[in-house]
């Protein structure tokens, strides 16, 4: 038997930043991760060099049932204090856009700083850590292979369910039911969609292009761009989009923002299919310019017409068949219900003592490096409250 202050279970961002707080304040913490190794999502994260913060992190970029739960921890750990210790492992690292911020050589270099943190600390690392029951007596109770770890608080912070093949369970859902807290239903989030058989029918060749437009699904918009795959959409624009989209409803895609796309056919002699498609390759890859015009093209040449194109264009609604699913997420939206936890401390209201923290609680962020920013807030809220 091994006795603790606290019990972390999950090596990722949440669980190692919250570790390295607690034991920082002197207490004595096991971190048990089922893997062989901590941080593997880190690894694979930003193409392979983390976007680890957003310099404009701010609540408007995370979804949840409750949008104000997040307020709190986001302003008591900012990406300040992240970008601070960062600099201070001597980590270089760049804005790419919009305030993202990337490691300038490799995300491996953001798991060597928390390991560090973690020896600086007295955090005791157990990786290939199979756990087979959580119970609470006088303390929480974690059995896991022959050994037994006690400690008056746990924090969970076994991320969600995006990515299986990387080992991503449903483990902190099941813990959370366990204690009887409530969860939000959780859905694949950061995803690319899936066109109907007739959609797909039309574009599917057109895997590979990609376009500047403004996605939006239920109230949100974003202007990044969108790609279009195999079997539907991606890019950044329809990421973005898909963690607010909902089975059934359609998402509207303006491929012209901004501008006015007829402008060059109503100005035209004469106005004609080239025209029109002239007019469109000034801001559509040339093949879609030629797709959009063989599926949608203007009724006629009248001015009436041409507004109906343009409005279109503006407009295409598309009702995807689906998500690409959990296997190709980014994250998982939906999970321990806010309402059951503290958001100053991501204590559970109902059992004292235990702690959610990461992709877990219903918290979802924006691309773009604000995952990361919850997790490391979450985690720092409930590190400096145990
Ligand atoms: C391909 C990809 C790229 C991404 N890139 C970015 C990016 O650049 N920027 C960004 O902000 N976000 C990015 N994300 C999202 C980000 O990785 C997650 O939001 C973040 O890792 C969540 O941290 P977490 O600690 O809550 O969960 P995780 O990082 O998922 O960590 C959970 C840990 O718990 C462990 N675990 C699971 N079950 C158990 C169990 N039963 N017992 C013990 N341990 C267990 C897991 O093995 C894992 O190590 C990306 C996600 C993916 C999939």
Same mark, same amino acid.
């Given at each position: ?18 570790? =390295? ?5 002197? @207490? ?30 701010? /609540? ?18 900012? /990406?300040?204090?992240? =970008? ?58 974690? @059995? ?7 400690? /008056? ?8 369910? $995006? ?11 099941? &813990?959370? @039911?366990?204690? +009887? ?11 690319? &969609? ?19 437009? =403004?996605?939006?699904? +239920? ?49 035209? +002699? ?15 890859? $040339? ?47 939906? +999970? ?51």
């Amino acid at each position: 038997m091994h006795n603790f202050d606290l019990i972390v279970l999950g090596g990722g961002a949440a669980g190692l930043l919250c570790a =390295i707080e607690a034991g920082k304040r002197g @207490r004595r913490v096991v971190l048990l991760e089922r893997a062989e190794k901590i941080g593997k999502k880190i690894l694979i994260s930003g193409g392979g060099r983390c976007n680890f913060t957003n310099l404009q992190t701010q /609540p408007k970029h995370f979804l949840s049932e409750n949008p104000h739960f997040a307020k709190s921890a986001l302003a008591r750990y900012t /990406p300040a204090d992240f =970008i601070a210790l960062v600099e201070k492992h001597g980590i270089s690292y760049h804005e790419k856009t919009l305030g993202q911020l990337f490691c300038d050589r490799s995300a491996m270099e953001i798991i060597t700083m928390l390991e560090s943190e973690c020896r600086y600390a007295n955090v005791k690392i157990v990786a290939d850590a199979k756990i087979s029951e959580v119970g609470r007596g006088t303390t929480f109770t974690v @059995r896991c292979d022959a050994t037994e770890y006690r400690a /008056p608080a746990l924090v969970v912070a076994t991320g969600g369910i $995006s990515i299986p093949k990387m080992g991503a369970t449903g483990f902190g859902y099941d &813990l959370a @039911r366990q204690f +009887g807290l409530n969860i939000v239903k959780t859905r694949p989030a950061l995803v690319p &969609l899936v066109f109907h058989p007739a959609d797909r029918k039309r574009y599917s060749d057109l895997a590979g292009v990609s376009t500047d437009v =403004i996605a939006s699904a +239920g109230n949100s918009a974003f202007r990044e761009k969108m790609l279009f795959t195999h079997r539907g959409l991606s890019g950044p624009a329809i990421l973005q989009a898909s963690s607010y989209w909902r089975e059934g409803e359609p998402l509207q895609i303006d491929l012209a923002p901004g501008r006015e796309a007829t402008e060059k056919i109503r100005e035209a +002699g004469t106005r004609t299919a080239a025209v029109a498609e002239k007019a469109l390759r000034e801001f559509l890859p $040339s093949r879609l310019a030629e797709r959009w015009l063989k599926f949608h093209p203007p009724k006629a040449w009248t001015n009436i017409a041409l507004d109906a194109f343009e409005r279109e264009l503006h407009a295409w609604t598309v009702r995807p068949a689906g998500t690409e699913g959990y296997e190709k997420a980014e994250v998982t939206a939906g +999970g321990v219900d806010t309402a059951e936890l503290s958001s100053k401390t991501m204590e559970s209201r109902k059992v004292p003592g235990l702690f959610f923290i990461g992709e877990v609680v219903d918290v979802t962020g924006h691309l773009g490096g604000f995952n990361f920013q919850w997790a490391w807030a979450s985690a720092a809220a409930a590190g400096r409250a145990v």
